[in-house]
């Protein structure tokens, strides 16, 4: 089991520098897993950490037994996020799971990690992700409802992305569109029919006829036919015929 070096022993930034040209040269000079493990608690340089978590991670279920124990003395940080995020041990959900109620400014980039478990993520932990005012929880929420968006009723759904679909920001607006555009209930196909007008935020009218026009069902053309009837002398015509040519 590696022994994690006292926070005391820092790189220098020199010696973080030449760290950094290695990891660039990945191919050629690897680093092993408890080599890594070593040298995180070594570095200040937070994109330097990232990238070392990242690599870590990315050595499998097996390097969680290296990433376990530096959770445990280095705490709550991105680095480790990322390494718990893409290693695939079933103990690093519940890692996460555990440090999310303290997050704080890390509690979005949980989320996020959380993804790959999304299946198996509680459905309250999602809808405080949704309900939050911030966007980077939204996001996080978004991703997070994706994975078990065929599994909710049409109207719970729709009820979880409405505030979501009046929010103010152009990215939560647009990926909400994605998500729903996995769904093809006439009351969703509606709600987003309803979101290609003129006067929405920037880019929202042409994701939502998009999402109509990826969904490419009978119900789904007939509602890109009749906003082309309806929006045909505005900005947005384009848009729409060139997703019924693709019918």
Do not use: Y
């Amino acid at each position: 089991m590696l022994t994690v070096v006292a926070p005391a022993e820092l790189l220098t930034p020199d010696q973080e520098l030449e760290l950094s040209k290695r990891l660039a040269q990945w191919r050629r000079q690897p680093l092993s897993p408890a080599e890594l493990a070593e040298l995180l608690p070594k570095v200040s340089d937070p994109a330097l950490a990232l990238a070392i978590g990242e690599r870590l991670g990315m050595a499998g279920p097996q390097a969680f037994e290296l990433i376990g124990p530096l959770c445990q003395q280095l705490g709550l940080q991105s680095a480790l996020i990322r390494a718990l995020s893409i290693c695939h041990h079933p103990d690093a959900k519940q890692q996460l799971l555990q440090w999310l109620p303290q997050a704080g400014e890390f509690e979005p980039e949980v989320l996020r990690a959380l993804g790959c478990w999304g299946n198996g993520i509680d459905l309250s932990i999602i809808t405080n992700a949704l309900n939050a005012p911030s966007q980077q929880h939204r996001l996080a929420g978004i991703e997070l409802l994706t994975f078990r968006c065929r599994r909710n009723a049409t109207e719970q759904l729709l009820s979880l992305c409405e505030p979501l679909l009046n929010d103010l920001r152009t990215e939560v607006v647009i990926a909400t569109l994605r998500l729903l555009q996995r769904r093809d209930e006439p009351e969703i196909l509606q709600r987003i029919a309803a979101c290609a007008t003129v006067d929405a935020l920037p880019g929202v009218a042409e994701m939502a006829i998009q999402a109509l026009g990826c969904i490419q069902s009978e119900s789904s053309r007939q509602l890109l036919e009749q906003l082309t009837q309806d929006l045909q002398q505005t900005r947005l015509k384009e848009s729409l015929q060139r997703q019924l040519k693709a019918q």
